[in-house]
């Protein structure tokens, strides 16, 4: 285990790992929001950590108010009157087998896309327009880029690709958020560590986050929202933030077999640990502290988002809702595993994901709030 430091607010020392020297920054914490997460006892010996950052990238840099524009209804009908952008006609039969192959890949490879409660749980809930659309997004992620303008001029390649043609005709999609997913996928073949939570928040918003922009149209919002659209975007984005570091906690053993470390190094650093108390699959108390404070960031992700679920289509709620807290379930199956993500895979059974589905249909009933910013 790596040796611990002082903090302190400029850089130090932070203590020897194999040989090696690491340095640490105390974290700058800008988030004025403060999560009350579920009750926990530290022991009174227990050291106390600042609480980690949860600033990730500005969505100015990400450019969302650009796709939240371009996916806004307006945009979408002026599109409708564009003659080079005809919506492509398929046979019924056609389409069906489409969708039919794209919901078979889905359930084949749920367990590896951040949402797969989403895809389990979520998706039965949902109207079958709006589930045979969220298919036809994840079926063709292994073929593109070089074909994904085609889909969106109406030039599909194959059965894949008709279905996600289909789709974007359907709904008020922008092309950027699957392209800014290509690019997390580039990120996870030359990248397997991540300086700061900064880094970390660009790979989750690649891989994750785009999801919640893409599916925001196909939900719909719910016409008596008195909020800003790019409010209830942010809200989406939040919901795939806080799912993919969930997917990150509770996989830390299974990506650490492959060598692969999804974990800030700087915070890391910042409890005394390094990635060979990652490797060496040993929880010490000082894991245990780290975690807590990786499992409140995610939460306030999730909470982020939970005023945004209830701005969506009222037929979209329920499936959404479901998806938010059986996902959030992982995190107290971490807790309830004394923190042990190293050689232990926390999950949502079947019986508790069932429990929660009144639970999601009772939050699915409130009304729009007029205060949500």
């Not at 809702?321 to 895979?345: M, V």
Request: one cysteine or more.
């Amino acid at each position: 285990m790596c040796s611990t430091f002082s903090l302190g607010a400029k850089p130090c020392i932070g203590g020897l790992c194999n040989g090696k020297v690491i340095l640490c920054r105390k974290s700058e914490v800008r988030a004025s929001t403060t999560i009350a997460p579920r009750e926990r006892r530290r022991s009174s010996q227990s050291q106390v950590f600042p609480g980690l950052s949860k600033q990730g990238i500005s969505h100015s840099d990400l450019n969302v108010r650009e796709i939240v524009e371009k996916q806004s209804q307006s945009q979408y009908l002026a599109m409708e009157d564009d003659a080079c952008r005809r919506n492509p006609e398929f046979h019924p039969m056609f389409l069906e087998e489409a969708f039919e192959r794209c919901g078979k890949l889905c359930a084949e490879h749920a367990k590896t896309f951040y949402l797969d409660a989403f895809l389990d749980a979520g998706t039965l809930l949902m109207t079958e327009e709006r589930q045979k659309a969220i298919w036809a997004i994840y079926g063709v992620l292994d073929r593109w880029e070089e074909r994904l303008h085609d889909i969106f001029d109406g030039h599909p390649y194959d059965m894949l690709d008709a279905a996600l043609t289909d789709t974007v005709f359907k709904f008020p999609l922008d092309i950027k958020p699957f392209k800014d997913m290509i690019e997390g996928m580039r990120m996870d073949t030359r990248k397997s560590r991540y300086e700061n939570f900064q880094e970390l928040y660009r790979y989750c918003y690649y891989v994750a986050g785009t999801v919640g922009l893409m599916s925001v149209p196909i939900m719909g919002i719910a016409p008596e929202s008195a909020v800003s659209t790019q409010s209830i975007y942010n809200a989406a984005l939040n919901l795939g933030v806080g799912n993919q570091l969930t997917n990150i906690l509770r996989d830390v053993g299974e990506d650490a077999l492959r060598g692969r470390v999804y974990l800030p190094q700087d915070e890391l650093a910042q409890f005394g640990l390094c990635d060979n108390d990652v490797f060496s699959t040993k929880v010490t108390e000082g894991w245990r502290e780290f975690m807590k404070e990786q499992i409140s960031r995610a939460r306030f992700f999730f909470n982020q988002a939970e005023e945004g679920a209830s701005q969506l289509d009222k037929a979209s709620r329920w499936p959404v809702w479901s998806s938010l807290l059986i996902y959030r379930e992982i995190l107290d199956a971490i807790e309830e595993n004394d923190y042990n993500n190293l050689t232990k895979r926390a999950y949502v059974g079947r019986t508790k994901k069932i429990m929660m589905l009144p639970v999601a249909y009772t939050r699915a009933q409130s009304r729009p709030s007029f205060m949500f910013q």
